[in-house]
């Protein structure tokens, strides 16, 4: 059973639910287990903090973790969407093995994807779960925290949100098109998915809207206010510490 034809349907969806799966990566691009695997800030080459600096440039701040916790956000996004859209639409995800996937860290957003093989799992929320989260969000928080002082309340407030922003955008879209079966196994898959023990507490789930417990710092981006999930009514004044989560 291949998953080209269910991975192209998610096109109309959005970018942040596209896969790419046809002809090669440009240049030699790392698989994401490279990108974990490098735990220490001084393994050469350092793709992640390759990603940080970019991402760091184009939202014009200073502040490296800031930038890190904006580049977690949207490379979980990426994740979240493909796979929540693949299980509500079509009722199985693609092993989306680190070993097997494919990133651009000089990408612009949403950031870049590549899967080299096509291995079709079952769509439910555990198999959705350890995909996601045990295959990527842990080992790339784990990466992050290394070179940054990212709160682990804030990592996990941004998985969250990144899974509650996915399945929003997956919901809009499959109520618009008559797949009310689609949105119901989006809503029910994510409320699943935010009791898991690494994202419970993160935040409330109320129908389609979503509120984090913690700060992903963008408020620091020059010019930026707050998230439209965020704890923070209004940019605070307060100090750094008090909102890394």
């Known amino acids: ?59 014009g701040t200073r502040e490296a973790r800031v930038a890190a916790s904006v580049a977690h ?9 493909v796979a929540l859209g693949c299980a509500a639409l079509h009722g ?21 994807l590549w899967l080299s093989a096509f291995r079709p799992l079952p769509g439910d929320a555990a198999t959705v779960a350890r995909t996601v989260l045990h295959g990527h969000l842990e080992p790339l928080a784990a990466a992050l925290r ?17 899974l509650a922003g996915a399945a929003g955008q997956l919901e809009r879209w499959a109520r618009a098109h008559g797949r009310t079966d689609a949105a119901a196994r989006a809503r029910s898959l994510t409320a699943e998915l935010l009791s898991h023990p690494l994202l419970e507490g993160a935040g409330t789930l109320t129908g389609t809207a979503f509120r984090r417990r913690s700060c992903c710092l963008y408020y620091r981006v020059p010019g930026a206010g707050v998230c439209g999930d965020c704890c923070f009514p209004r940019p605070p004044r307060s ?7």
């Open 92 to 112: 199985r995800v693609p092993d989306l093995d680190a070993r097997l996937l494919r990133w651009d860290p000089d990408g612009s957003a949403p950031d870049d």
């Open 239 to 245: 100090s750094p510490r008090a909102t890394s989560g």
């Open 1 to 59: 059973m291949h998953l080209e034809p269910d991975l192209a349907a998610l096109r109309p969806l959005g970018p942040f639910f596209v896969l790419r799966t046809a002809g090669e990566p440009p240049g030699r691009l790392p698989a994401l287990t490279r990108v974990y695997d490098a735990a220490a800030p001084d393994v050469q080459p350092d793709f992640l903090t390759s990603r940080v600096r970019g991402v760091a440039t184009a939202l």
């Open 73 to 81: 956000l949207g490379l979980a996004a990426r994740l979240w969407s």
């Open 146 to 162: 290394a070179r940054h002082r990212l709160a682990p309340g804030l990592l996990r407030g941004n998985a969250a949100s990144a």
